[in-house]
């Protein structure tokens, strides 16, 4: 679905929870991914990346616009809501 | 809260994991295609079966064991007491509801029984899951081919072992250790990730079959000290829509600058930000 949608013009970060590097690498090679991969400060407590976006399970997913505003967040993987989100982004 | 995730990642796939589907023929094992079927045909004929039972879960240096008491009855009565309280929780089953007991019996969830025992939150526990439905095991739903292992010996009892092998890459491997009496006992998952191993296992000792008990005696009422389950609302502290998502900065696996929230929006229509982790 991402590569599809790439070729529309989605921009994707995956924010990482936990796993060690080369594991994240190893993932990426055997995916051939190309989205940008951050590893996420689990360990920061409330200052945490995953405290600030209220994330509480997995996966979390946000749409934000250029400037950063969030058009469209979910919880678990749903691939009806997301589509008609990233449509109403502009993004067919 | 890496507790909570690695715990419901888990809990996830080993109840994909006990799920049915058809075993593929490609490359069947003669032998424990055979075992199986005398072992399916062993429990369909059992009416009712008592034992003791043991879940352990081992990850990493950790091994955490519960013990209790399993009695199932056909078509879909059960009670199941474990201690203490953990990851697999006590169940039990009146034949019209299910209820689980969490949080060391402090909460309680009430479900429909499914008429035939097939929504109950057995986990690994693959020995109770194949009482009700003898399907062969499958890996989330793809086929999974039977491997003769040959007999290992478990404390003192000798068992027939059958290893289910998946085509699919990353897979848990699945070991079914059948006893002398040809039913199911024992069953060895093993998930590794990494160089890092997880190893669930389910084991009934002092196998007792009979005749179907008055139904009655699955009645059950929860302690009245427990309360109902409130199932977490895991979207409750998200950012609201229309609100500016929070600013960060953090590092790649491969090294080098670390990469901000503006750096990756920047001149993009729309970006999706997703959380996740691997195992």
Known sequence: MYSELKDKGLNLVAINNGDERDVINKYVKEGGFTFPIVMGD????????FKKYGVQAYPTNYLLDENGRVLWRGVGFNEKQM???LEKAGLK | MRELRTAAAVLGSLTAIVSTAAIGPARADEKGDALLKEVAAQTKATEMLTADIEMSAKTGERTVAQTGKLTLQRPNLVRMELAPAGQVPSFYSDG???WVLMDGGKQYQKMDANPEGKNLPVLWGAPIAYFFDQKPMSFNEAPAATKY??????????YEVVEMVSSEKDAPTI???VGPDKRLHRSVV????GDRES????TLKNIKVGAAQDV?????????????????NFEANLVKVGDMAPGFSLPTPTGGTPLSLSDITKGKKATLVNFWFYG
């Open chain 2, 149 to 158: 292992l040959g007999v290992e010996k478990v404390g003192d009892t000798s």
């Open chain 1, 42 to 49: 689990y360990m920061g407590g409330d200052s945490s990346v």
């Open chain 1, 83 to 85: 589509r008609d989100a």
């Open chain 2, 199 to 202: 190893v669930y296992s389910a």
């Open chain 2, 96 to 98: 019209t509801n299910v």
């Open chain 2, 175 to 177: 070991k079914l250790y």
């Open chain 2, 216 to 232: 009655k005696t699955f009645a059950y009422t929860p302690p009245a000290t427990a309360r109902p389950y409130e199932r977490p």
């Open chain 2, 190 to 193: 093993s998930i590794k990730r």
